[in-house]
């Protein structure tokens, strides 16, 4: 029974093991949206949520295939923390971006976060990463101010419209 068990919950397999718990609780909760929106066919509210938890099982399978059998050597935990964290940069970049989307509105925002991430990935300095930011900003702005017509956060720290205001002229010159 021991053997079973470990094999679920040994190192990484644990936090593995919570994540498919979580996503068969999710793709559970999925049949109640059927209900609440009165019967409404195959495709509809409830249809994101359960290809999420699809293929959400389908990685879990993955991983625990790929993992083959569960090694039980002595690992430095402190050694373990750190490195998964350090691997994890991206992931709390993109949390900050997402929390400071509102405040720092979509152009400031979307530049930092493009600048720390380039410099993480390997650009050998910020000048280079800052180009790289300031590109990609621009280019994504422009594909969706412009070009889709979308309203992106203006920020409450900081607004670039006011500071900018031929951002707006160009917006009613392209709707005519």
């Known amino acids: 029974m021991r053997e079973i068990v470990s094999i679920f919950t040994y190192g990484d397999r644990l936090l593995v093991t919570v994540f498919a718990v979580l996503l068969i609780l999710y793709g559970l ?95 050998k300095s910020w000048g280079g990463s800052a180009v790289y930011g300031l590109s990609l900003t621009v280019t994504l702005f422009t594909i969706f101010y412009y070009g889709l017509l979308g309203e992106l956060p203006r920020g409450d720290l900081l607004n670039i419209h006011d500071i900018l205001p031929f951002l707006d002229d160009i917006r009613r010159w392209i709707k005519g």
């Open 29 to 123: 909760e999925t049949y109640s949206f059927l209900q609440a929106s009165g019967g409404e066919g195959l495709v509809g509210s409830a249809s994101f949520p359960r290809v999420i938890t699809v293929f959400g099982l389908i990685l879990v399978v993955i991983f625990f295939i790929s993992k083959g059998r569960v090694s039980k050597d002595k690992v430095d935990v402190k050694q373990r923390v750190v490195s998964e964290l350090i691997d994890l940069v991206p992931l709390w970049l993109a949390i900050a971006y997402v929390a400071c989307f509102e405040v720092l509105g979509y152009i400031i925002a979307s530049f930092l976060y493009v600048t720390a991430n380039m410099k993480y990935l390997g650009q």
